[in-house]
T-cell receptor, first 109, second 114 residues
Framework: GQNIDQPTEMTATEGAIVQINCTYQ??????LFWYQQHAGEAPTFLSY??LDGLEEKGRFSSFLSRSKGYSYLLLKELQMKDSASYLC??????????WGAGTKLIIKP | ETGVTQTPRHLVMGMTNKKSLKCEQH?????MYWYKQSAKKPLELMFV???????ENNSVPSRFSPECPNSSHLFLHLHTLQPEDSALYLC?????????????FGEGSRLTVL
């Protein structure tokens, strides 16, 4: 079966760096997405990786290794507003999105 | 503001009620989706509409009935639901008719079935 694994919850300190990991086993691969979802709000798109390597976008970066079935989202200079759930999703060979259960990130002062 | 609006934001209904969820997108997108989000579970795809035609129905019970009258509007009609149907129902849209590109989500309708 197809599966996406990510930690259920993580805690980090304001101003620090945190890495949220995502591992996947899917039927084919057509890209990996990261979304951010604040409590009671819509998930919003953060990043898309289809080739191996690191994509940087301001304080957020996303890394992909297709051979290892692995991605991470790196958040730098953490701010209180970064407290949210982070959803990893992989598009399989049929262009279906397979979702992880999300990682709840708690930022402490 | 994502350009996808869902109403109502909260809904409480009994198991014998009939209600509807509404989704409207102002982005000119061609594809619209219904997802179910339960606590600590992955998003579950329910229905996909592309150019107003239903292209996917993921083994959803018949007590959920979608309707897409035009490319900007999507409804989810609810009838004789069960308590386990309590969840956040998310609507999303995508620019193209094919399953590529990012999804734009609404804020969801929080449904509680008593």
């Amino acid at each position: 079966g197809q599966n996406i694994d990510q930690p259920t919850e993580m805690t980090a300190t304001e101003g620090a760096i945190v890495q949220i990991n995502c591992t996947y086993q899917t039927s084919g691969f057509n890209g990996l997405f990261w979304y951010q979802q604040h409590a009671g709000e819509a998930p919003t798109f953060l990043s898309y990786n289809v080739l191996d390597g690191l994509e940087e976008k301001g304080r957020f970066s996303s890394f992909l290794s297709r051979s290892k079935g692995y991605s991470y989202l790196l958040l730098k200079e953490l701010q209180m507003k970064d407290s949210a759930s982070y959803l990893c999703a992989v598009m399989d060979s049929n262009y279906q999105l397979i979702w992880g259960a999300g990682t709840k990130l708690i930022i402490k002062p | 503001e994502t350009g996808v609006t869902q109403t109502p934001r909260h809904l409480v209904m009994g198991m014998t009620n009939k209600k509807s969820l509404k989704c409207e997108q102002h982005l000119g997108h061609n594809a619209m989706y219904w997802y179910k989000q339960s606590a600590k579970k992955p998003l579950e795809l329910m229905f996909v509409y592309s150019l107003e035609e239903r292209v996917e129905n993921n083994s959803v019970p018949s007590r959920f009935s979608p309707e897409c009258p035009n490319s900007s509007h999507l409804f989810l009609h609810l009838h004789t639901l069960q308590p386990e149907d309590s969840a956040l129902y998310l609507c999303a849209s995508r620019p193209g008719a094919r399953n590529t590109g990012e999804l734009f989500f609404g804020e969801g309708s929080r449904l509680t079935v008593l």
